[in-house]
């Protein structure tokens, strides 16, 4: 068995980002426990606690809750509330830190991560399935168990903020997002023939692709390692393709000079929605196949290549894009790939550069002023001339 911590790429939960341990068994999936986490890592919310029917009775859910325990080693843990086969598997269930569930403690201490009415409709519910279900539950470890607490969580109703979403800015950093790739068999071959070169090969790669079909599903993330991960992770569900994949991924540097499209940021990922078709410059693709995730094929491109995150919706599809991709993304007749070159240092500045041009001159003409004898033309100083003459003078005795 292995245990995998890894983004859960999910729109809900605010500014809170979604974390999933992954339990594999011989390499294939065995259960999930997701979560959300607070911006400052503080505090959780369990969302979902699955093991798959293969591999069930066999303690994986404690596992990996022990694990979530582990690897947030401070954090308040919210396990809200809890149906039937909940409330059976938490009986026998023994919490490693009882003390950081804030079901357990009164919510002064944990109110401004967790809504306390919130949290008290949440406890009066397990409350409730535990006498349903006749478990005890732990209740000597619970905060005033079975006991009304409306009054005391509107005391401290006051206390809760959601947090505002933090994460990545497209404007200023660069993004990095991936596609898995089916390729036929020849293709795959050349693709990861390192003998060849790595940017003819993404080169390749992007033909067969299509310049405007980067993926508009995924989530853009702030590092390669955060793209490639994605990837493993749609691959462990996926029980159904036979086909070698490649699993791809693209650097685009920051979209500086566009309009922002609609977009959600989490913690370290930016997801756009309803994608128009968004014009970015590829700076590099990076390659491997998931049988040897630790052999990585990568292509620098200097300068940046042009492409574009494909539209979610080909009828949304802005004339921009429109006027250079096919519904497809592939590059229309009479289109070629273009390289995006550096932007000159003096593009915009011609004003500027006038006016120190102007200011130099006028200090030119006002030492001419100052100094008549060399402006007029007369001759130079016997100093000056000495320098510009090509051979050393006749050495002369001085006088003492």
Do not use: C
Not at 126 to 144: C, F, P, S, T
Not at 171 to 200: I, M, N, Q, T, W
Not at 344 to 363: F, H, N, T
């Amino acid at each position: 068995m292995s245990l995998w911590l890894t983004d859960w790429k999910t729109d809900g939960g605010g500014a809170w980002s979604g974390r999933r341990i992954m339990a594999q068994v011989g390499g294939a999936y065995a259960g999930h426990l997701d979560v959300y986490v607070h911006p400052d890592g503080q505090a959780l919310e369990v969302t979902e606690l699955t093991v798959s029917p293969d591999h069930q009775l066999r303690n994986l859910a404690s596992v990996m809750m022990d694990a979530l325990y582990a690897a947030y080693p401070t954090a308040w843990i919210n396990h809200g509330g809890r149906g039937p086969e909940e409330t059976r598997w938490w009986d026998r269930y023994s919490e490693p830190a009882p003390e950081r569930n804030p079901h357990n403690r009164p919510p002064a201490e944990w109110a401004h991560y967790f809504d306390p009415v919130m949290v008290a409709a949440q406890k009066a519910r397990n409350a409730y399935r535990n006498r349903y279900d006749g478990v005890d539950g732990h209740r000597e470890a619970v905060y005033r168990y079975g006991e009304p607490m409306e009054a005391e969580a509107r005391q401290h109703a006051h206390l809760f903020h959601e947090p505002q979403p933090q994460g990545p800015d497209p404007k200023a950093d660069e993004l990095y997002g991936g596609v898995r790739l089916f390729l036929p068999p020849r293709l795959h071959r050349v693709v990861h023939d390192s003998s060849r070169d790595a940017a003819e090969r993404a080169e390749i790669v992007l033909d067969h692709l299509g310049h405007g079909s980067l993926p508009h599903r995924s989530a853009w993330n702030t590092t390669e390692r955060g793209a490639f991960e994605d990837l493993a992770h749609e691959q462990v569900f996926d029980t159904v393709s036979r086909q070698p994949a490649t699993h791809l991924t693209f650097r685009v540097l920051p979209l500086s000079d566009q309009q922002m499209p609609m977009h959600e940021a989490k913690a370290t990922w930016v997801r756009f929605i309803d994608s128009p078709g968004i014009e970015v410059e590829l700076a590099g693709m990076s390659w491997r196949s998931p049988q040897r995730p630790w052999f990585t094929h990568t292509a620098v491109f200097d300068p940046p290549l042009d492409a574009a995150i494909a539209p979610e919706y080909a009828a949304d599809a802005s004339p921009q894009y429109r006027a250079r991709y096919s519904e497809l993304g592939y590059l229309l007749p009479g289109q070629t790939p273009r390289r995006s070159e550096n932007t000159s240092p003096y593009a915009g500045r011609e004003a500027e550069i006038r006016a120190w041009a102007d200011r130099l001159r006028q200090g030119i003409a006002q030492r001419a002023t100052d100094r008549p004898d060399s402006a007029s033309g007369q001759p130079a100083p016997a100093d000056h001339q000495v320098h510009q003459q090509q051979h050393p003078p006749q050495q002369t005795p001085r006088i003492r």
